[in-house]
C-alpha cells in the first residue's frame, strides 16, 4: 500500500494508506451508516463527486461482483475506510475491492480513524476535502483544494446520465436462483429520466409492471407531452442523482411544462427535489445529509415505521407543504421524505424506496406510482 495525504477545508491533515487508484482527486466528504452494500454504495451515481466515509470498520471482506453494481462504473471521488480487508472470502466474489478500485480510477484510502472523521462531520457539516497519493504538503494540497471547483458549482448530472435513450426488461435479483426475474407483463408505460438512477430502481419499476424507456438528463419537456397525449406513454419518472439540484436548471423548466399539462410524475431523491423547485419552492443544504440504509422514516398515513436507505446532501424546505401533502417524516430529524401534491398526478419520496442491498419495506411504492396511472 501506498502512503496517502489528506487535507479537509476546516485545516485537519492526515495520513493513511491507499489501496486503490494512484492519484489526487477532490470531492466533498460525508459518512455512510450501512452496515452492508459496499459495493452498491461505491456504483450509485449519487455519489459522484464526493468522498464516501465508511462508518463500519471493516470493509473489503466479501470482494465485488459483476451482478451487484448499481451502474456501469464506480462514481464517488474515493472510499475512507478504517480497515481494509484484501482477503476476501464469498462465494459470489469475481475480484478484490482494491482492483476495481484501480480499474475504475477510484483512490481508496484505509487506516484512518473513520469514527474522529464521522464525529467531525457530524459537529461541522459535510465539507470539500482532497486526497492524494502524489502530493504530500499540507499547504500544496491547501492550494490545490482552494482553487478547485466546489462540488455545488458542478453539474454531475451531465457526467452520470446516460447518453441514449434505451428500454430497460430486467425484474429483481432471485437471491435464490443468482439470476434477475423475468419482468411481469407491463401494465403501463413510462419514460425514466435518468439523472444518475440506480440499477435497482430500474428493476423495481419493471418488476411493478412497468414498460421503461430510459432517457437521457437532455429530455424534451414538450416532446413527453405530445407522447403522454398520443397515449404512448402513461406517465414520467424522474430519478435519483448527484449533486445540488438548484444548479439544474434546464432540467426545472421541463419538468415545470409537465406539472403544467398535468403529465403523472414520480420522483425519487433528486426528482423529489427537483419536483419541489419545479413547483416554485427551493432545497436547501443540509448540514451533513442522509447516507446510510439505516433511516427511519414514518408513513404518515398508515402511521407505520419504515428502515429505509438514504443518499442526499438536500431537501425541500417546509413551506412546500402550501401545495402538497407530507406523506412521509424522517424520524432523525423530522424533514419531509414524502409528498403528493394537491396540484395534479404527482408525488414524491426523498429516501430510495428499493433500499439495494436492504431492507425493503418501502417497495410497495413503486406499486403507487403504478395505481395512480391506473386511476
Known sequence: MRDVWIYLENGTYLQGKSFGANTTAVGEIVFNTSMSGYQEIITDPSYAGQFVTFTMPEIGNVGVNGEDMESAKAHCKGVIVRQYQSRYSNFRAEEALHTFLEKHGIIGI????????????????AMMMIASTEVSGKEELKKLLETSPRIEEINYIEEVSTKEAYKHTDGVYDPVTFRYNDAPSPKARIAAIDFGVKRNILNELTQAGFEVEVLPNTFSGDELIERFEKKEIDGVFLSNGPGDPLVL?????EIKKLIARKVPLFGICLGHQLLSIAHGYDTHKLKFGHHGGNHPVKNVKTGMVEITAQNHNYNVPEEVREIADVTHINLFDNTIEGLRYKTGPVFSVQHHPESSPGPKESRYIFSEFLQLLQR
Open 249 to 253: 436548471k434546464r432540467e426545472q423548466e
Open 110 to 125: 484505509c487506516e484512518i480513524d473513520t469514527r474522529y472523521i464521522t464525529k467531525m462531520l457530524r459537529t461541522e457539516g
